[in-house]
């Protein structure tokens, strides 16, 4: 088995349509809200007006005297604080002292219809004393009056600060042929999955509860829930049903969640809470609010001399991912080039809005777009074409970044070539009319977190259970969490694959922490990786014990056998060989039905310095597009036409998937890059919805040609990386260069609107700058 | 406690009569009282697409329809656009070309494309686009999407 790796797989590497597709096209598919338990209860939450207030009484008798309302709820009864970050719990379920944004929950209530719930919300009384709201992070990072939390560093409102030198920078600069300086301002976006956020709980007699939720993340909703419902992981279950979309913000334990046990917990009954839309975009946990300030110098050949980079990101009230989120946004930079010198400050500060938090392309979207604009910058300085300067610079195979990230295998050149020779970029670039431009931008991701967010390194990130039995359906258990990306058809495929098989025996069970293996769910890009190598482990244990049956059914020994189509057959003489069923039938004579496991851990890695694991992992996937935009000079709109994509995620095991994955990435990046923002009147959201926070329509998407470039990764499942974040990530900037080429405008203030664009123009005009004639 | 009209409606094909009161919307009515929950909710304002059910054969947004105005009127929903067995050549498509990735806006672009075809069996790129401008996705970006509308059209000619 560890021979050179075949040229194509039966079902790998095909296009796979998901297993679980003709459910969800008939709305079949089951999901949170779909689900009705006896006699449930709807829970309701009261949010708060107030951006930062002390929480002085509720006074609950009104609501709690109203006929159908069963339990009323306030901060005080589960106050233990809990926060997806072990290092970071900072959050509570309910409001315990002070209501800390717009939106933040401070009573809740269960009761037997909606209106009565409704009537309860209304009819509680809450004494309140106003305290400083803090709208801009730029107002938190010196000492406040009342700081939002007491964990802001030194009496402000700072949550995590990181400060980070590597080689000289200062020298670097200081011979440095030419530099390039970009000061980003980026508006926070969110992730605006369509279904809503919704948990069902039921605590039952027997002294359980059960949960069934929206999320990207079990096992850590899991955690929490026992963390602040002080029971025992083992008596709560967690069900994941179908979840419709997650993008990051189903990643966090959220507090209706927590909130939603408790009052099944107080009542007895099963208790829904579904989020309205409004109220989603409340709990947000969306794209930090960035300010950065981005410095790149090079020699006069344009090789990289040094990166010295500084950022500042809105983190809203609480903590969330947000100690990730300030590394990512400096060390994300390390790729796909060679950078000798790197210093990095980052800072997140609180303010009293809806939390920021992880969001697809998490802390490396941002950052990306800057470092990439300052490149363009830099070629147009040397006079270096920008795919050259890129080459120039691209980190080698097997080779390790300036803090110690490790780099297994890379395709970025031949992302670089691949994107250059099929977008026509040498007769485009800086020779289209004016209005009409093209731009690269590069992108470079996590493949999972080498750094799992509970787990000591010694246990595994991924595990999967296998079980057949004489039917010969092969029953696959995993705590993975597909969220539409598809890893339910993977794992399956994955499994007939190694076994040979034909995908309808597989059944991938649904997540169900009672039997699911822990598996850390859908966040950082890890899934294919992790979960893939623990799904070949288990497939091949499986494999193993059926050759082993085959074996004393054919007189062979194991190692002349191989597996077949549907059959175990000899190696070099096909027509011997017993069917699959034969095989698994003689395998159960001893043992009845047949069980495997299979796991993953990531090797280790990481330098020994604070914050060192940040940003490690296994492999790391690479891209390069071309975006083609066209302006409309009188109204500043404008529209792209069409993206090259192409991007390195090793060998694509399902190309339906991953092509999906990336035309849904460029989708969410143009949607930042030219349009969508969480906008606020002081701390005030005014958007909270999806007829004013707008995500592109089909008129706006692009053409789209991909270009799967990568070679097998060494360690990755029959050689994959990750498909899922990455993509996004190079969208931006090539559009942010292309508007450059189009119009001669740098814009470094996103989203990119047609305002923007003419008050750019203009700018660029009155300091008598011409471009391309106009 | 308002008073409950008493519906009488074609719902997928068949009667229904059915309590219900003034201010109830479609797609509670749906959902909660008759347990058809293909029909998602995605905003309850019409601005997600997700709760698109056929009224009278046309698209309608069933989480601004209040269901009394469904009375004497043929409402076909996600469960109705299903054969008894297996998939129709949009449902077909749209799983075969990637057309569905979390699937909680599938119901209502499937609703949506069915009564697309019905009137425009060979429609353009730019009449898909039109047609399912009211559905939002935020997986696909759309171009599965289309691309599986524009393969049902030719499989159903």
């Known amino acids: ?774 | 406690m308002p008073t409950p009209d008493l519906l009488r409606f074609r719902l997928n094909g068949q009667p229904v009569e059915v309590a219900c009161e003034s201010a109830r919307v479609l797609l509670d009515l749906l959902r909660e009282d008759l347990t058809l929950t293909g029909t998602k909710r995605g905003c309850d304002l019409g601005t997600c697409g997700c709760c698109t059910v056929l009224v009278d054969g046309r698209p309608t947004l069933s989480c601004l329809t209040l269901a009394r105005l469904v009375d004497g009127r043929d409402v076909t929903t996600i469960e109705g656009v299903t054969p008894p067995n297996g998939l129709s050549p949009v449902q077909r498509a749209f799983v075969n070309h990637g057309a569905t990735q979390c699937g909680f806006c599938t119901p209502g672009f499937i609703v949506t494309a069915t009564a697309l075809l019905r009137e425009v069996p060979h429609p353009t790129r730019k009449e898909i686009e039109r047609a399912i401008s009211g559905n939002l996705c935020r997986c696909t970006g759309y171009r599965k999407i289309i691309d599986a509308i524009e393969a049902a059209a030719r499989e159903v000619a």
Not at chain 1, 159 to 188: C, L, M, P, T, Y
Not at chain 1, 304 to 321: N, R, T
Not at chain 1, 591 to 616: D, H, V
Not at chain 1, 754 to 774: H, I, N, S, T, Y
Request: glycine content about 10%; overall charge neutral.
């Open chain 1, 1 to 774: 088995m560890t021979s050179a790796p075949p040229s194509s797989y039966r079902l790998l590497g095909g296009r796979i349509p998901y297993v679980e597709g003709p459910l969800k096209v008939t709305g079949r598919a089951e999901y949170t809200d779909d689900i009705q338990r006896p006699g449930m209860l709807v829970g309701r939450l009261l949010r708060s007006p107030w951006p930062h207030a002390r929480l002085r009484s509720i006074d609950t008798s009104a609501a709690r005297a109203l006929p159908g309302v069963f339990a009323v709820l306030t901060g005080e009864k589960y106050p233990t604080p809990f926060g997806v970050l072990p290092i970071t719990r900072d959050e509570t379920a309910i409001a315990v002292d002070k209501a800390r944004y717009i939106g933040d929950i401070i009573a809740a209530v269960a009761a037997s219809d909606e209106r009565t719930a409704e009537r309860a919300i209304a009819l509680l009384r809450v004494d309140a004393e106003i305290l400083p709201d803090y709208a801009d992070p730029r107002m938190g990072v010196a000492p406040v009056a009342e700081p939002i939390h007491q964990r802001g560093l030194l009496g402000s409102n700072i949550q995590k600060e990181v400060v980070q030198h590597f080689g000289n920078v200062d020298a670097a600069f200081a011979h440095a042929a030419h530099s390039a300086r970009v000061r980003g301002n980026f508006a926070g976006v969110t992730h605006a999955f369509t279904e809503p956020l919704v948990t069902i709980a039921e605590a039952t007699p027997d002294g359980r509860l059960t949960v069934w939720s929206a999320t990207q993340v079990p096992h850590y909703l899991h955690r929490a829930l026992s963390e602040v419902l002080g029971l025992p992981m083992h008596r709560i279950r967690v069900i994941k049903p179908e979840v419709g979309g997650g993008f990051g913000g189903k990643s966090d334990p959220l507090p209706h969640e927590i909130v939603c046990a408790a009052l099944s917990l107080e009542t007895g009954r099963p208790v829904k809470i579904l989020l309205d839309r409004e109220d989603v975009f409340y709990t947000n946990h969306g794209r930090h609010p960035t300010q950065n300030d981005v410095r790149i110098a090079v020699d006069a050949s344009g090789q990289i001399l040094g990166y010295d980079i500084d950022a500042l990101l809105d983190g809203g009230a609480w903590s969330s991912f947000g100690t990730v989120t300030t590394y990512y946004n400096g060390v994300l930079a390390m790729g796909p080039y060679r950078v000798p010198n790197f210093r990095y400050r980052g800072r997140r500060v609180y303010t009293t809005k809806p939390p920021s938090g992880a969001m697809r392309a998490h802390g490396g979207t941002n950052l990306r777009y800057s470092v990439e604009v300052a490149l363009d910058m830099l070629a147009e300085k040397t006079g270096i074409d920008p795919f050259d300067l890129r080459s120039r610079n691209a980190l080698p195979p097997n080779s390790r970044t300036v803090n110690e990230f490790r780099i297994t295998s890379t395709s970025f050149l031949k992302c670089l070539a691949a994107a250059r020779d099929k977008s026509g970029w040498d007769t485009k670039f800086r020779k289209l009319p004016y209005g009409h431009g093209v731009g690269l931008g590069c992108g470079f991701y996590i493949s999972g977190s080498n750094s799992p967010i509970h787990f000591t390194p010694k246990m595994p990130q991924s595990t999967v259970h296998l079980k057949v039995d004489m039917d010969g359906g092969i029953a696959v258990h995993s705590m993975q969490a597909d969220i539409g990306q598809g890893s339910n058809t993977l794992l399956a495929a994955i499994v007939a694959e190694v076994l040979g098989v034909d995908l309808d025996r597989v059944h991938v069970q649904r997540v169900d922490s009672d039997v699911s293996p822990i598996d850390l769910g859908s966040y950082s890009s890890r899934v294919t990786f992790m979960m893939g190598n623990a799904a070949r482990a288990a497939a091949e244990e499986l494999r193993g014990k059926l050759v082993a049956a085959a074996a004393t059914l054919l007189d062979r020994s194991p190692d002349a056998l191989e597996v077949g189509h549907e059959r175990i057959q000899e190696r070099g003489h096909p027509e011997v060989g017993v069917t699959f069923l034969e095989a698994l039938h003689r395998a159960m004579e001893t043992s009845g039905a047949l069980t495997a496991s299979g796991s993953y851990n990531s090797p280790s890695m990481g330098g020994q310095f604070k914050g060192a694991r940040a940003g490690t992992a296994p492999a790391y996937s690479f891209a390069a597009y071309v975006a083609e935009v066209l302006v409309d000079d009188d109204t500043g709109e404008y529209r792209v036409p069409k993206v090259w994509a192409a991007f390195d995620c090793g060998r694509p095991l399902n190309r339906l998937a991953v092509e999906g994955q990336i035309e849904g990435s460029i989708h969410m990046g143009l949607g930042q890059v030219m349009g969508e923002s969480m906008n606020y009147r002081g701390t005030r959201l005014i958007n909270p919805s999806l007829l004013e926070y707008k995500i592109p329509m089909p008129q706006q998407m692009p053409e789209v040609e991909i270009l799967l470039v990568g070679d097998d990764d060494p360690e990755g499942p029959f050689g994959a990386k990750e498909a899922g974040e990455g993509p996004l990530i190079a969208t931006l900037p090539a559009v942010g260069n292309a508007l450059y080429d189009a119009l001669g405008v740098r814009f470094t203030d996103l989203p990119i609107t047609p305002d923007k664009v003419l008050k750019g123009v203009d700018q660029r005009r009155a300091e008598g700058r011409p471009w391309k004639g106009r």
